[in-house]
């Protein structure tokens, strides 16, 4: 069986769909990624989308998106419309040779028009679903909007009226409702329920399978040992948050963690932020010291700082499945988050961590000072089992022999 992962770009350290294709390698399936990336060199699971065509088809959908794009609100983070020519991969050998082809991050690489061409081959595809694009009219998180239930019209990332959302949005649901080998995948319950809830989507059957991750790499490793190897001191209590732009994005609600954290009252404390580089406002803001240890490019490292750290802190107002989440939880360390989207899957008050209000700086404040004081126990047990590799995996092999009528 050989399955074909579709994502637009790969970060050096790789992502969700990285790590899904090298994991189901890992048990013995023929599992590829197609990707525009040409740095992205791994070895042969990895391939790149040929360069013919690529620099005229980049200046055509950057013009096209600028103009889709124009007025949008300049607060707003994560929102892509449709490419316009993108790249037409069903002659490639490897999308010929598939059996399944998995649908990722495609923004940039794949037109509705280039879709449709994949799914005429008949083949089973599944659209994993990394945040709500697939069924909205091109936002990534809708926040409180659910415009997507119905229309996307009068679309409120834009300053004016824009009808390039709704048209999004109609296109991909007429594209959906056309062909039955099209497959929908959400790592998260919340996210499933809202791709039910969809225009584009309310006639499909969605499936829920976690994101994977490595649990030979993510597992409880010695604190004092780690903290020696990243240079970080031994006497200080860490607290972690960890994502790319994260002070930047609003999404990501940093501003609440500065406020909680400005909130508490020890001597000893030492913020650690991965994922984003120096920042002197962020610096000023804050009462306890920081350290920015920047990008991070591999996953051996990401568990590093899980271990040193003593308390993870994700303040977002909007996530999916959050891998960091899951990371942390896998490496013994507890997480402070707000209740809301699809966070209290993983954060449970008195098991893995504290769920705070959301928006409610004092009551993550009083998360943190909860796990720092130790007033909540901490059992990872049941998450090591139910997010183990394998169980995951053999979700996808069954949802798959489904579709190839496999006993």
């Known amino acids: 069986m050989k399955i074909v992962h579709i994502q637009a770009s790969m970060p050096p350290s790789g992502n969700a769909a990285y790590r899904l294709s090298t994991i189901m390698r890992n048990y013995g399936l023929d599992s590829y990624v197609l990707n525009l990336m040409p740095s992205f060199k791994k070895d042969n699971a990895y391939v790149n989308v040929a360069k013919r065509g690529r620099i005229f088809g980049k200046i055509v959908d950057y013009g096209v998106k600028k103009i889709k794009t124009f007025r949008i609100r300049k607060d707003v983070y994560f929102y892509t419309p449709?490419?316009?020519?993108?790249?037409?991969?069903?002659?490639?050998?490897?999308?010929?040779e598939a059996d399944v082809i998995y649908v990722h991050w495609v923004s940039g690489l794949l037109s509705i028009n280039n879709i449709e061409n994949l799914a005429k081959t008949g083949k089973p595809i599944f659209f994993f679903m990394h945040d709500m694009w697939t069924f909205t009219g091109g936002c990534h998180h809708s926040m409180e909007c659910e415009g997507y239930h119905l229309s996307c019209e009068n679309c409120n990332m834009f300053?004016?009226?824009s009808f390039f959302p709704c048209a999004h949005l109609k296109s991909k649901e007429r594209l959906?409702?056309?062909y039955s080998n099209l497959n929908f995948i959400s790592p998260s319950r919340w996210m499933a329920s809202c791709a039910k809830k969809s225009f584009a989507l309310r006639n499909k059957?969605?499936?829920t399978i976690p994101n994977v991750i490595d649990e030979?790499?993510?597992?409880?490793?010695?604190?004092k040992v780690v903290r020696r190897i990243l240079n970080l001191p031994q006497d200080r209590i860490i607290i972690t948050f960890g994502c790319v732009a994260g002070q930047d994005n609003p999404y990501k609600g940093w501003k609440y963690l500065e406020e909680a954290i400005n909130r508490i009252d020890l001597d000893n404390i030492l913020i650690v932020v991965y994922g984003s580089g120096y920042n002197q406002e962020t610096v000023d803001n804050t009462k306890y010291p920081i350290r920015f240890l920047g990008r991070v490019y591999d996953d051996t490292m990401l568990s590093l700082i899980c271990n040193a750290s003593d308390l993870f802190v994700t303040p977002s107002l909007c996530e999916n499945f959050s891998l960091v989440i899951l990371e942390n939880i896998l490496c013994g360390t507890p997480v402070v988050g707000f209740d809301t989207t699809g966070i209290p899957e993983l954060v449970k008050t008195g098991q893995t961590g504290y769920l705070a209000k959301l928006k409610d700086s004092d009551d993550l404040a009083k998360g943190i000072r909860s796990i720092?004081?130790?007033?909540?126990?901490?059992?990872?047990g049941q998450y090591r089992n139910s997010y183990s590799s394998r169980n995951i995996i053999e979700s996808h092999?069954?949802?798959?022999n489904q579709y190839l009528k496999i006993e």
Not at 216 to 223: A, N, R, S
């Open 205 to 207: 059957i969605i499936y």
């Open 397 to 400: 092999i069954k949802l798959i």
């Open 82 to 96: 449709l490419s316009a020519i993108g790249r037409d991969l069903v002659s490639m050998s490897l999308i010929k």
């Open 372 to 380: 720092l004081n130790k007033e909540i126990t901490f059992d990872m």
């Open 216 to 223: 030979t790499i993510f597992k409880p490793i010695d604190k």
């Open 159 to 161: 300053e004016w009226h």
């Open 176 to 178: 959906f409702s056309k």
